[in-house]
């Protein structure tokens, strides 16, 4: 990272899913899209009193314009903003006729909206716009306004709606890139919350809307649970740590090692990705259970072991199988890399740089540590293992792996409906409280809840305008009464701006008349003349739209992406006898509908059947690896453990009536390194022909490892949040299953 960049830790909700797009350009204009939408912020005012909702509007404004944490934020209506679009329609008014009354009418329309009580414009250019044109033409344009926007209108100055008794005053703001940053403690939505709760007394209510309050919820939610967990583990396995060994100098470097490990890992991947997710921090925890484990098996050795006289010895009595639990463990997470969504590629690059700083802190830094004096090389709970390793018998053992087995196979048998991959993102994150309240109430009022949104792609600019143009008015046809906002409301095509000048052609013979008609001076024809013929080769582009009309067709007209022109159409509701898909298809592959909750449940089914398959073929890889180092019989056993934990997760979602999904088979993943370990080591115990109490020792860092593994990844299986949750879970019935099998496996050999 160059000097002076902070570190961008992400915690939008939605930026933890797939993107929906494989395409490269429609990917681009999707992140556009959502970038864009997830910025945007309401706040309403709400009091049963206008003047009082205003005016505690006016008090959140004040406090909240100067803020760094918004690109803009709008109250007022106010006269520049209305003086600013009447200029930019009164130099355009030649492009903009086709909405306006027959030529042979125009006169006595013009007549009407001079002597008429109201009026949009000052009418301070009728020397040079006779006709009213820019008159007529900014009443149009706060008609659609107001037609296909939100249920708001005018009112004093700011938009306003009376619903259900209470009046609700509109703040409309932008974040800013800080004020999005929803990690920090200062963000944008943090601050008005704060600012909000100053003024909600005597009946005064603020009503918040907006994907970023959502972010801001499960963020904050993420964040708070991120450091209990953390708290909990690290207490649980400080206390575990001392009581084994009754020394600090293993506890001491093990933390050290997860320390370094767990830098190392945030370092490497905030300079891969320039940034990092937040939930790949609380997968990050998981790095304590492979640092502990790495540890325990040096130190019990370097505690109790008394075969051994120097920290060289005990790393070559362990390298082999530590070696191979590093190398498939980093093989494991080497292939999510190739996973099309980056959060799994942070976790993967995350896990990998963290697991190597530990295993060359264990093979390189732990052997210099001089061992204890022999009358203390002893450690604590060694008992414990009688209960656990209990009937040694073959029989036993093979009984009890076959029970495992078949009590999985007759669970997804009599749950097979619950046994299949089946994603639905609804179930990924719950509103509650008051952002639950917000959003029914704010969509109630907006009368806006838009469930899907059409992308529309023209190869130029103008082609996409003619194209939405259509699009719009056969989706009005089929959805009467559904707002939907639109650019091309806004900007005409170039064909309609032709035939708008053509019209204001047939106006000239009668500009003469029409001057001495409404009381001008009849000598303004010839600079009218002259003006009409310096403007009617000129056409009217976005790029000419006054600031506040960009503003407002920001979320909607994307702009080029890799050659191709972009814009989105978004309507209000829209029905449920209408299929979108089947509307959007009828116009080949220039329009896409998106539902975001269908769509990206899709994409986690796809995605998570291609984690299904990286998995078989590590598994494939890793037990090619195995068998360099063992017989087949010891590799087909090491390996049938991690289908074996494949089969109890689905067992167990299935008794809980829980489909698999995305996040319970990345937990799986993430397990599936360590629960191959446990196997290795008992192997490499026989392997190397130990006496009974040096294989007791391995029995006991093996149930350890397990033990401290359990609370730290297991510990995530106690969140509210739905996504860390269901991975905790199922990393919980991993070790578990892994851990048991190693008993029973090792109770036959």
């Known amino acids: ?82 003086g600013d679009f009447e200029d930019f329609v009164f130099e355009n008014r030649f492009n903009f006729m086709n909405c306006l009354p027959e030529v042979s009418k125009m006169s006595e329309c013009a007549l009407e909206k001079l002597y008429s009580p109201f009026t949009y414009t000052s009418l301070e250019h009728l020397d040079r716009d006779p006709f009213l044109l820019t008159e007529m033409e900014v009443g149009n344009y706060i008609e659609t306004l107001v037609s296909n926007g939100t249920a708001f209108n005018p009112k004093e100055n700011v938009l306003a709606r009376e619903w259900n008794g209470s009046w609700y005053v509109m703040l409309r703001g932008i974040l800013s890139a800080e004020g999005a940053a929803l990690a920090t403690s200062k963000n944008g939505i943090s601050e008005i919350y704060s600012v909000c709760s100053k003024h909600e007394k005597n009946g005064q209510r603020f009503v918040c809307s907006g994907m970023a309050f959502h972010s801001h919820k499960s963020s904050s939610a993420a964040s708070k649970e991120v450091t209990v967990i953390s708290c909990v583990s690290f ?139 022999n009358n203390s090389r002893k450690v604590f709970g060694m008992k414990f293992l009688q209960v656990l390793e209990g009937n040694k018998r073959k029989s036993f053992g093979r009984m009890a792996i076959s029970l495992m087995f078949a009590f999985c196979f007759i669970c997804l048998g009599l749950r097979y409906e619950k046994s299949i991959v089946k994603n639905d993102l609804s179930r990924l994150y719950k509103m509650e409280g008051r952002v639950m309240e917000d959003q029914i109430e704010s969509s109630r009022v907006l009368n806006y809840a838009p469930r899907g949104w059409f992308v529309l792609r023209g190869s130029s600019a103008d082609e996409l305008l003619v194209l939405e143009k259509n699009f719009a008015a056969d989706f009005r046809k089929r959805a009467d009464g ?158 049938s453990v991690p289908l074996l934990i494949v089969l109890m997760v689905g067992a167990v979602y299935s008794l809980a009536g829980i489909h698999l999904e995305f996040f319970s088979i990345t937990g799986i993943i993430l397990v599936f390194g360590l629960s191959l370990d446990y196997l290795i080591y008992m192997t490499e115990v026989q392997k190397r022909k130990d006496c009974q109490e040096n294989k ?36 919980l019935v991993g070790l578990v299953t892994a851990y048991s099998a190693s008993l029973f496996y090792g109770s036959y050999e």
């Open 1 to 82: 990272m160059t000097s002076g960049k902070t570190v961008k830790i992400d915690a939008d909700l939605f930026n933890m899913l797939p993107k929906q797009f494989s395409a490269e350009a429609a990917g681009k204009v999707e992140k556009k899209l959502v970038d864009s939408t997830n910025r945007n912020v309401f706040i309403l005012s709400c009091n049963r009193d206008f003047e009082a909702a205003k005016d505690n509007a006016e008090k959140v404004y004040e406090e909240l314009k100067d803020s760094n944490n918004f690109n803009s934020l709008m109250l007022y209506q106010d006269s520049e903003i209305l």
């Open 235 to 373: 207490f649980a396995v400080l206390v575990l740590l001392l009581f084994v060994f009754r020394t600090p100098v293993p506890v001491l470097l093990s933390l050290a090692s997860i320390g370094v490990s767990v830098s190392t890992a945030f370092l490497f991947t905030v300079c891969v990705f320039n940034g990092i997710h937040v939930l790949a921090l609380v997968f990050g925890t998981t790095l304590i259970g492979a640092c502990i484990d790495y540890s325990l098996h040096f130190f019990i050795n370097w505690k109790a072991n008394i075969s051994v006289n120097t920290g060289q010895e005990i790393r070559n009595s362990l390298f082999s199988g530590i070696f191979l639990s590093f190398a498939s463990t980093e093989i494991c997470f080497a292939l999510l890399l190739f996973a099309p969504f980056e959060l799994l590629r942070q976790m993967a690059v995350f896990s990998m740089s963290g697991i190597f700083s530990t295993f060359l802190t264990a093979m390189c830094i732990y052997p210099l540590v001089r061992l204890p004096e």
């Open 482 to 639: 559904v707002t939907m906002f639109c650019t091309s409301d806004f900007l005409p095509s170039i064909d309609e701006q032709i035939k708008s000048k053509e019209e204001y052609e047939k106006l000239m013979p009668m500009m003469k008349d029409q001057l001495v008609l409404i009381g001008e001076d009849e000598s303004k024809t010839a600079e009218i003349i002259s003006e009409w013929k310096d403007k009617k080769d000129s056409f009217t582009s976005y790029e000419d739209f006054p600031q506040f009309l960009k503003e407002l067709c920001s979320n909607f007209w994307i702009g080029q992406v890799d050659g191709f022109w972009y814009s989105v159409i978004m309507p209000s509701s829209i029905p449920n006898e209408i299929d979108g898909k089947e509307i959007a298809e009828a116009y080949g592959n220039d329009v896409v509908y998106i539902n975001k909750v269908s769509d990206i449940s899709l994409d986690l089914d796809i995605l998570t059947v291609m984690i299904l398959k990286f998995f078989v073929l590590a598994c494939f890889v890793i037990f090619l690896l195995l068998k360099v180092f063992y017989s087949l019989k010891q590799s087909l056993k090491i390996i």
């Open 696 to 731: 007791r020792l391995e029995s006991f860092a093996v149930f350890l490892s397990f033990a401290t593994t359990a609370i730290s990844f297991g510990a995530i299986a106690l969140s509210s949040f739905v996504p860390v949750h269901l991975m905790g879970l199922a990393i």
